[in-house]
């Protein structure tokens, strides 16, 4: 099964900031949807955030508007989230999702291992 791998989770303070990256291999990067999940501590699997195959399309959960920014990089076959203004309730672990195509509103079809993103004074 074709996973994404994702880095750049840590410990980091509320009100700062932090990027991931998920790399992608094993499928057409560039031909899929591609977008962001968490899952807090005792809490179920949250959608954060998509962008369509060109970038020119994004979607993102009213909890992080104007805080996350989801962006790719086709030529390295990459996704990325750039975190800022983190608050505690950020704290999760993030997976980075796969879509099974360019179509905007379908599921998406598999995730990666995770990152831990701990948000802590």
């Known amino acids: 099964q074709v996973r994404p791998v994702e880095s750049g989770g840590r410990v980091v303070q509320p009100g700062g900031s932090l990027r991931l990256s998920c790399g992608a291999s094993g499928f057409t990067f560039s031909g899929s949807v591609m977008g962001w999940l968490r899952q807090a501590p005792g809490k179920g699997l949250e959608w954060i955030s998509k962008?369509?195959?060109?970038?020119?399309?994004?979607a993102y959960v009213d909890s992080v508007k104007g805080r996350f920014t989801i962006s790719r990089d086709n030529a390295k076959n990459t996704l990325y989230l750039q975190m800022d203004s983190l608050k505690d309730e950020d704290t999760a672990v993030y997976y980075c999702?796969?879509?099974?195509?360019?179509?905007?509103?379908?599921?998406?079809?598999?995730w990666g291992q995770g990152t831990q993103v701990t948000v802590s004074p």
């Open positions: 962008i369509s195959c060109t970038g020119g399309n994004t």
């Open positions: 999702a796969k879509y099974p195509s360019c179509k905007w509103s379908v599921r998406h079809d598999s």
